[in-house]
């Protein structure tokens, strides 16, 4: 695997990653690159807001993006985040329109399971699928939130650090999952990445079910890495849109778990 770890110099936690990504490992060269287990990482940087990095990765010799950055949140809780690419509606904060990203779902799971074993006893969250950039390669967010005091701590940063040098190591098989509703920091498919074989990639929370129909189902299933073979559904947090969402997933024949 060759994974391309995407920086903004706009983004205070994002140079924080890569400073304790280039004293921890030995990264050498420019771009910074190291060789670890048969993977290559590459460190690369850019000027601008990393949501709005379009197209970034044309030019860019690697499997895998992974964007390096802030988690906000107006209740500012220390945590972990990561996340899949794209949007579900309208594109307000970069990316395309009712386009989504390739999840990778095993790499995904990987980083949310070496964050879990985090020194800080900070919380670890897969957030829904949210923002830009689109890009056409596999990419992922892995954030720290969700302060300005985090995004500047050290050590928060050498555990981010940490689970990005952790995708280079062997990976049990995963099967690959869409989740289905439920708040934006998706309690339920957290618990799924802890706590299960299954692998969460895409995510739409409840307040992007409007957005979602048969064909952005299948676009989240099929734009995950695996493809992805069931659908998870939040029952609860599919409010008014049980029965519509049980519709159409049956008539497209996935199959589907309640979560």
Request: a negative charge; one cysteine or more.
């Amino acid at each position: 695997m060759k994974a391309a770890i995407m920086v903004s110099k706009a983004n205070i936690a994002s140079l924080n990653i890569m400073e304790r990504l280039l004293e921890d490992y030995p990264f050498t060269g420019s771009p910074p690159r190291l060789s670890v287990r048969g993977n290559s990482f590459e460190v690369h940087q850019f000027d601008g807001e990393i949501t709005h990095l379009e197209g970034i990765d044309s030019g860019i010799d690697a499997d895998l993006l992974v964007f390096a950055s802030t988690h906000r949140s107006s209740a500012a809780i220390d945590c972990f985040t990561v996340h899949a690419v794209g949007n579900w509606g309208k594109a307000e904060l970069g990316g395309r329109e009712r386009s989504l990203v390739i999840a990778p779902a095993a790499e995904l799971k990987a980083a949310f399971q070496s964050l879990q074993k985090n020194r800080l006893g900070m919380e670890v969250i897969q957030e829904a699928t949210h923002h830009g950039p689109f890009v056409e390669k596999p990419a992922m967010f892995i954030e720290i939130g969700s302060s300005e005091k985090m995004y500047r701590d050290r050590q928060a940063a050498e555990e981010v650090a940490g689970a990005i040098m952790s995708l280079g190591e062997a990976q049990k098989p995963v099967k690959a999952a869409v989740g289905i509703g439920g708040p934006h920091h998706s309690p339920a498919f957290s618990k799924f990445m802890r706590e299960s074989e299954y692998a969460v990639g895409h995510v739409c929370a409840k307040y992007a079910l409007d957005c979602l129909d048969a064909g952005m189902l299948r676009q989240a299933m099929e734009r995950t890495e695996p493809r992805a073979g069931i659908a998870l559904l939040d029952w609860k947090g599919l409010g008014g849109h049980k029965q519509r969402i049980k519709s159409f997933i049956e008539d497209e024949g996935i199959p589907w778990q309640k979560a």
